[in-house]
């Protein structure tokens, strides 16, 4: 891996990969944590215009050029980043970074496809809230967090209804910086350096200053319920955990791969296998630059089962504070396994370089394993004790 940073401080970074395809990524420091309640979702609704067409390009045509050979284009955001991707084979990396830079530097922000696009977005918001399995961590993410955590990334329908193109180009023009961008690209290019640095060098510079969310730990219990007209219920368990740039954020991996490894996991043999309470049984560890989660989700028809499941939850957090050493190397396995195989491929590995930039630095990325295999049984222990205790958020969405 090869990283350098240009006089505008826009960050690029390179992995050679044996493959036949690339991924550019270009992720942008920006997201719901920058908002508050006036602006929630600006940060969702400029992604989706950046791809409405550019002062050469219109939408139609950006997403022909890449298509029509074969590649993939697409970009998410996040509480805590936006980022654009596209995947393609390697003779066509030029035209992947066309394509990325015009949408990045040059966007319309025209009236009339803002209007079109605030209605998708407000059909997106409907969607999310229709569906229980999206809107139980909604609901979870505004009852755990204290800051501008607990904001949708979709945003708010008031917000998304009203936004003007001044306040959506101030916006723009103040997060869409060079030193606020990471560009990585993974797979196999001669000199990708000197070619993203004229393609990029429209990126205004400027000095952001650093989003720094505070929140409270953890002190007390706290539990909401809504209803809704649904034939399930679904419950998450949830905890503010430590950022990815903390030691403890590995030892999460490790409790995450113990408690929610697919049919294995403890989780979802105690809870489905044995006693066959509920359908869908998962853990969810949200490693983040700023802030994390790990959380506990069940579906299940028994409305009256809520406090036999979560108290289950609870004993297999606590049976973990006697983690034998085998279910550690069996964890350890597992996270390899994963890590490896998922970064076989170019647009993952493009991604989760871009990341951990943002998270601490790219490096991180090569050394993941060595610091996964380091992790002893009283870490594990020791974390356990100190954040999956009984002042847990409990969100309760049933009928």
């Known amino acids: 891996m090869k990283k350098i940073k240009n006089k505008n401080g826009l960050t690029i970074i390179y992995d050679k990969q044996p493959t036949k395809s690339v991924s550019v990524h270009v992720t942008v420091r920006v997201g719901s944590n920058n908002e508050d309640k006036t602006n929630n979702g600006i940060s969702h609704f400029i992604e989706h215009m950046l791809f409405e067409g550019t002062r050469k390009r219109t939408n139609q045509e950006i997403a022909n050029e890449i298509e029509k050979l074969g590649g993939e284009l697409n970009a998410a955001t996040t509480p805590e980043r936006t980022y654009y991707y596209i995947k393609i084979l390697n003779k066509y990396f030029d035209k992947a970074l066309d394509i990325l830079s015009d949408i990045l530097q040059n966007p319309k922000f025209d009236a009339d496809s803002m209007e079109k696009e605030k209605k998708v977005i407000l059909n997106e918001i409907n969607l999310v ?83 720094i969310l505070k929140e409270k730990k953890n002190r007390f219990k706290k539990i909401i319920v809504k209803k809704k007209n649904i034939s399930q219920t679904y419950i998450v368990l949830g905890y503010k955990i430590p950022n990815r740039s903390s030691k403890e954020s590995y030892v999460f991996d490790i409790l995450h791969a113990i408690l929610g490894r697919g049919q294995s996991g403890r989780l979802f043999d105690e809870i489905r296998e044995k006693r066959g309470l509920a359908y869908e049984v998962g853990v969810q560890h949200e490693s983040g630059i700023d802030i994390s989660l790990f959380a506990v989700y069940v579906s299940t028809k028994n409305k009256d089962k809520i406090n036999e499941i979560v108290k289950i939850i609870l004993e297999e957090f606590n049976k973990l504070r006697k983690i034998d050493h085998n279910s550690l190397r069996e964890a350890k396995t597992y996270i390899e396994g994963n890590f490896v195989l998922d970064n076989e491929d170019t647009q993952e590995k493009s991604n989760l370089i871009g990341f951990w930039e943002l998270a601490n630095k790219a490096e991180d ?35």
């Open 129 to 211: 809230n229709d569906e229980p399995r999206f809107y139980q961590w909604i609901l979870l993410q505004g009852k755990l967090f204290d800051s501008n955590a607990r904001l949708p990334t979709y945003g708010s329908k008031e917000v998304v209804r009203n936004l003007t193109r001044e306040t959506v180009l101030e916006y723009y023009n103040n997060h869409y910086t060079s030193d606020n961008t990471v560009i990585s690209v993974a797979g196999n290019i001669k000199n990708p350096f000197k070619k993203i640095k004229n393609k990029f060098n429209k990126l205004k510079s400027g000095k952001l200053k650093k989003n």
């Open 365 to 399: 990325v090569n050394v993941y394993l060595d610091r996964i295999k380091r992790i002893t049984v009283n870490d594990v222990k020791r974390v356990v004790k100190k954040y999956l205790n009984k002042n847990y958020t409990l969100a309760v969405l049933t009928h």
